[in-house]
């Protein structure tokens, strides 16, 4: 019975290994594969390159420095409550910009409508 159990267990971590390795994976090609977005965005939003690059190296500071934290919180809280609260600001951040988008778009054209024609 005890290696049933133990099988089990072995085959669980394996399949988070995997989903691990998988996440990782599909974060990586963003790390890796920035600096193809810096002049798109630069031409569609007319940031400043040291700006965009300064957004990515917060990300990516935060990405890799927040996860032994996160590690320790779920140890400390129950992994279930940390993934529960990650859902819950991931959906209230994506009904938010679903929400404001519409608003985004209509103050825009406000803005280009009160412009001075050249």
């Keep these: 019975m005890a290696d049933k159990s133990t099988g089990a267990a072995?085959?669980?971590r394996w399949w988070q290994?995997?989903?691990g390795i998988i996440c990782m994976v599909m974060i990586a090609n963003l790390q890796y594969g920035w600096t193809l977005f810096v002049r798109p965005m630069n031409v569609a939003h007319g940031w400043v390159?040291?700006?965009i690059q300064i957004a990515?190296?917060?990300?990516?500071?935060?990405?890799?420095w927040l996860t032994p934290i996160e590690g320790?919180?779920?140890d400390k809280i129950g992994p279930k409550f940390v993934v529960a609260t990650a859902v819950m600001n991931f959906v209230v951040v994506a009904l938010a910009l679903f929400v404001l988008k519409p608003l985004r778009s209509k103050r825009i054209a406000?803005?280009?409508q009160r412009a001075p024609a050249e």
């Design 10 to 12: 072995a085959s669980h």
């Design 17 to 19: 290994l995997i989903a």
């Design 49 to 51: 390159v040291a700006d």
């Design 56 to 64: 990515f190296s917060i990300f990516i500071a935060l990405e890799t």
């Design 72 to 74: 320790w919180l779920a």
């Design 110 to 112: 406000r803005l280009a």
